[in-house]
C-alpha cells in the first residue's frame, strides 16, 4: 500500500513525441522512454514515467491532445520530442515553428517545465529545408529558454543500428540514444528533486 502511495505522488515526467519515443518496431519495454524509467527506478530516483508518445504524430496532432494530457497526469515535467513527421510531410518551417512555442507555452500554462528535443531530417529534403529545419529547434530552444535534449544518432546506419526502412532506429540504438539525452535531461531533474526535498520533509 505505501509503495502504491508513494508512486501516485511521485512527480510526473511526460514524454510527448513520436514513433521515436513510441518505440515504434520493437517491443515497448526496449524503447528509450522505458530504459530512462527503469534508469530512474534502479537509482531510486522519485520519477514516474508516462509515455504519451504516438507513431505518426505531428506538431499539431500533439497540440490537440496535450491539454487532456495535462489535466490528467500534472506532470512536472514535459518533454517534447515532435516535428519529425512535419519535416518528412514537408510542412512549412513557420509552420512548426509556431506549433512547438504553442506546444511550450501550453506545458508552462500548466505550470510545468518543458524541454524540447532536436530533430534532423534526411538530406534528400534539399540543403535548405534540412538545415534550417535543425537549426530551428536551436532558435526555439534559445528564444522560450527551455532545455535542448539532442539523440545521438550519427553512425547508427554504419553500426547497423536501424530498422530496415532506414528511419527508425533499431532496439540495439535505444540505449545510446537515452544516454544522449540523458547528458542534458538529469541535471534538470536532479535540479527539481532538490528544490521539491525542503516541502517533503516539512518544519523540523
Not at 497526469?73 to 513557420?94: F, M, S
Not at 522560450?144 to 528511419?167: C, H, K, N
Amino acid at each position: 500500500m505505501f509503495a502504491g502511495a508513494a508512486a501516485r505522488d511521485a512527480p510526473v515526467l511526460l514524454v510527448l513525441g513520436d514513433s521515436l519515443s513510441a518505440a515504434y518496431g520493437m517491443p515497448l519495454s526496449r524503447g528509450w522512454v522505458s530504459l530512462l524509467e527503469q534508469r530512474l527506478r534502479e537509482a531510486n530516483r522519485p520519477w514516474r514515467v508516462v509515455n504519451a508518445s504516438i507513431s505518426g504524430d505531428t506538431t499539431s496532432g500533439a497540440l490537440k491532445r496535450l491539454p487532456k494530457l495535462l489535466d490528467l497526469h500534472a506532470p512536472k515535467v514535459v518533454i517534447i520530442e515532435l516535428g519529425g513527421n512535419d519535416g518528412l510531410q514537408g510542412k512549412p518551417l513557420d509552420t512548426i515553428e509556431s506549433n512547438l512555442k504553442g506546444l511550450i507555452g501550453v506545458v508552462r500554462g500548466a505550470d510545468a517545465q518543458p524541454a524540447l528535443v532536436g530533430m534532423r531530417i534526411p538530406p534528400n529534403y534539399g540543403r535548405y529545408y534540412t538545415s534550417e529545419f535543425e537549426r530551428l529547434y536551436q532558435e526555439i530552444a534559445e528564444r522560450e529558454e527551455v532545455p535542448l535534449l539532442r539523440f545521438d544518432l550519427e553512425g547508427l546506419s554504419t553500426d547497423g543500428m536501424m530498422q530496415e526502412d532506414g528511419i527508425h532506429p533499431a532496439p540495439e540504438a535505444q540505449p545510446r540514444m537515452l544516454d544522449s539525452l540523458w547528458r542534458d535531461l538529469n541535471p534538470r531533474l536532479l535540479s527539481l528533486e532538490r528544490d521539491r526535498r525542503p516541502l517533503e520533509q516539512g518544519p523540523g
